[in-house]
């Protein structure tokens, strides 16, 4: 039976050539519109570090010796840049308790780097500690990553990205060479691919999404320091700090600059690196400024979701086109139901012959399936065309806008479930068409 | 017109007379949120801005050493002042739209929370007539002014003068004169010297519908934090000086990172995002409308067809040409009205949602009227064809069988 519904389905959408066209492009319209919004916020909202990110946590203790401030004005519609990070003592001391299986501190700094000869020039450099390379899965391509010992020592130390080494030596062979920091020299001591997750994660004080920014050279946190290196922003300092001390270059033993995030393997774990902190915030004295022990530790997941990581109109265009899909189903379904009640005549006679209810609708719904399946085949060159024009913006995420196999499949699984549902109405309505007076006025 | 005929056959056609009404119910939801948010967009991307636009071109330079930054920045504006075809120059820290703002709160009393981002605009002499600031009352700074200001480390001015927006003035002083008038923030104080028509702050979004208008001006001496460079030319030959400046200035600092832009292109690249969502919006109203329009003419198609044999019985008993047509009218208008009364509640339902979920804000009540209009107008002129073609069954047709 499903050989013959089939067959009669193929047949009917013959029948009326114009109306089956305009069936097909009104489908293939609105899946192009949805999976073109769809693809954009599957890109955005993918896993930035693929089978490494659930096992990292951000790890936060409230250390500031100041009265708790707030950075909302009054509108309150702007979000609160509260990136949780720590002070440079605390984040040794998080450090040296090395209580997960990995952890590091980091911060995004600009810097002025220079080779051998030539002009210096402004890279973003990541001043972290040495379990960064392994945790976050930077791919070393030549030479070592540096060690506890050598962040201890706070030696100068770096790693820099083959396209770094190739712009300042002309060579990705850069191990041993010597890079100018601020007038410091920095042994090279390892050349790692280009790195770049998206979203940015892990500093999203510096960037979210990037088009080609990512950070050139990685340099132990301590190093970084000597060197008179200082983050430009920071989530809040002691009161002690010199006022001048608290923009444009941080101090960082009495301002918060520095991210701490931790690899936990195992629940367990996370359930004891949380009472840990809980236990390291009560420590903390800050009854005299009115402030509560306070700590967090935040999944990559739940982090991007606090930090709104997402732009809105990304999201918003998903319900655009969402909701244009729908009107699209539903014109769709209209259409459909026009050529079905068409031949009611005939289906009288199919049903006076003996042809049962099942039947007929299960024929109209393969008609249903296949118009939008054909409209599936026909959105598939419209959504990557929505897409070439997505990425022609330049909004610092739109780069990211490409179909992967995923989306591919999710487009045509959409189209069938598109058919069902625009399908059933009229299939339903034409099964109930009765056969003796359909015969009559034959 | 007998409305109980066209009930009853609408009665029974249930199935093709719900899909028009959900089909116009969900394109007059979607059409009154969308061009809500076009408008939105149109007039965001226009806001108001009192200084004279036209003739000015912004400069921006990056990289210069700080320790001789002072003497830069004198000798650039002298010689970009010196260029045939520039009116005026002046330096400044960053322009309105400009990407890298500096926001301050201010407060009117002593040790009052401050709740408004305020851009805080250095500015180098003459910058006001760079600028074209209009001057609505008290005075310009002084050359002596001028030559005093400067950073303090905490990031405020060590000048104790300040210009100030009208809208500033008014909400600090509502119904007193501005002038001579105190402003606070941490430990510093300004005498207000002069109130200027309300220029934009640096990034209008980041400041919040608070601090879009709320913009304060501090005199500076040449320094590293003016790196950017006010150029005044005629509007006409302004692309022309634009370039020349540039020539100029990679003369004079070879080390320099240069970026020259007329203000109508940073205007013009700030409100690229939300003009990019514009277009998008309104491709997908015309698209969706269409697609209705088209859905609208193909149902109405099929049951003009069904209806031949009654069109001709009822044309053989004297209904005339125009009572057919309007009868199909009259179909439509109903079947609108019911899309158009369930869209409206659509409408205004997505419009809490984006309310509740996205920065959009509520939608006044004539884009509901606007969005129902544009449907029923719709509906009429695409049930128009089908409804001809109907008029011009002939009576004939009633004896005829299918």
Partial sequence: MMGYSMELALRGLRRYPKTTALAVLTVAIGLAASMTTLALLHMLSADPLRGRSQHLHLAWVDTVLAKSQTYRSLDSDWATYDYKRLKTPDAEALLAAHKGTLQAAMADLDAQVGGDKGEPSNEQLLATSSDFIPMFGVALQDGRNWTAAEDAARTPVAVIDSELAQKLFGTPKAIGRVVQIKHHAFRVIGVSQPYAPQPHFYGLNAWTFSGNERESIFVPFGAAIDVGLASSSTDGCDDVTEKSKQYIAVDPMHCEWLAFWVQLDTPQEVTAYRSFLDHYAQQQPLGSFGKKPQSQLLSVQRWLTLQNAIPDNVRLNVLLAGSFLLLCMVNVAGLLAAKFMRRGAEVGIRRALGASRRAVMLHHLFEAGMVCLLGGVLAWPLTLLGLALLRMQDQGFTDLARLDVAMFAALFALALAVGVLVGLLPSWRVSMVQPGLQVKSA | ?402
Wanted: proline share 5%.
């Fill in chain 2, 1 to 402: 017109m007998e409305i109980r005929p066209i009930l009853a056959s609408l009665h029974k056609h249930r199935v093709p007379a719900l899909l028009i009404v959900l089909e116009i119910a969900l394109a007059c939801a979607v059409l009154c949120n969308a061009v809500f948010m076009v408008a939105q967009c149109v007039i965001d991307g226009r806001a108001p801005n009192a200084i004279d636009e036209q003739g000015v071109s912004v400069i921006h330079i990056g990289g210069l050493d700080g320790r001789l930054a002072a003497d830069s920045v004198s000798r650039d504006v002298a010689a970009l002042r010196a260029m045939p075809g520039v009116k005026t120059v002046a330096a400044i820290n960053e322009p309105p739209l400009g990407p890298d703002a500096m926001f301050n709160g201010f407060a009117s009393k002593p040790n009052e929370e401050p709740q408004v981002n305020s851009s805080v605009y250095l500015i180098g002499k003459g910058a006001e007539q760079a600028l074209g600031l209009k001057l609505l009352q008290g005075r310009y700074f002084t050359d002596e002014e001028y030559a005093q200001g400067e950073l303090l480390p905490n990031h405020q001015s060590a000048s104790h003068v300040v210009l100030v927006n009208q809208s500033d003035a008014k909400r600090w002083w509502p119904g007193q004169s501005a002038l001579g008038q105190q402003i606070y923030s941490d430990i510093n104080t300004w005498t207000v010297i002069g109130v200027v028509a309300d220029v934009i702050a640096q990034d209008p979004s980041f400041a919040g519908v608070s601090g879009k208008y709320s913009s304060v001006f501090f005199p500076q001496r040449p320094s590293a934090e003016l790196n950017n460079y006010i150029l005044r030319s005629d509007p006409a030959d302004r692309d022309h000086v634009l370039q020349q400046a540039m020539q100029t200035l990679g003369k004079l600092e070879p080390g320099a990172v240069l970026e020259g832009k007329t203000f109508a292109d940073v205007r013009a690249d700030y409100f690229a995002g939300s003009r990019n969502l514009a277009w998008m919006l309104v491709l997908v109203c015309v698209v969706m409308l269409a697609v209705t329009a088209l859905g609208i003419v193909g149902l109405t198609s099929f049951w003009v067809g069904q209806r031949r044999k009654q069109i001709g019985i009822r044309r053989a008993v004297g209904a005339s040409c125009r009572q057919i047509l309007a009868y199909f009218q009259t179909e439509n208008f109903l079947l609108s009205t019911a899309g158009v009364l369930l869209g409206l509640v659509l409408a205004f339902a997505i419009n809490i949602y984006l309310m509740r979920h996205y920065e959009v804000s509520r939608m006044p009540w004539y884009y509901l009227g606007g969005g129902a209009a544009a449907l029923w107008l719709l509906g009429q002129l695409a049930v128009l064809g089908p409804a001809l073609r109907a008029a011009s069954v002939p009576p004939v047709e009633a004896t005829r069988t299918i």
